[in-house]
């Protein structure tokens, strides 16, 4: 039995195309590391959870 996580799956990066934030519809960065969909007029980061990004206003969290 191995004792590695299982990982949770990718982030298809083409939904980029079709997400905007939903405060400013501004376009939506892609931060890998956080993974997070960062909007930078809105001052927000929306979670990406399992590989589904959660677009909502409280559940994202401000940037510094």
């Known amino acids: 039995m191995s004792d ?4 949770p799956p990718a982030f298809d990066r083409r939904m980029l195309e079709a997400l905007v934030c939903p405060l400013t519809n501004a376009v939506l960065e892609y931060d890998a590391e ?3 969909l ?11 959870r399992g590989g ?10 401000p940037l510094e």
Request: hydrophobic share 45%; no cysteine; charged share 20%.
């Open 4 to 7: 590695e996580q299982p990982q």
């Open 34 to 36: 956080a993974q997070e």
């Open 52 to 61: 589904i990004p959660v677009m909502l206003v409280d559940e994202a969290r």
């Open 38 to 48: 960062i909007s930078k007029p809105a001052n927000l980061a929306f979670p990406i």
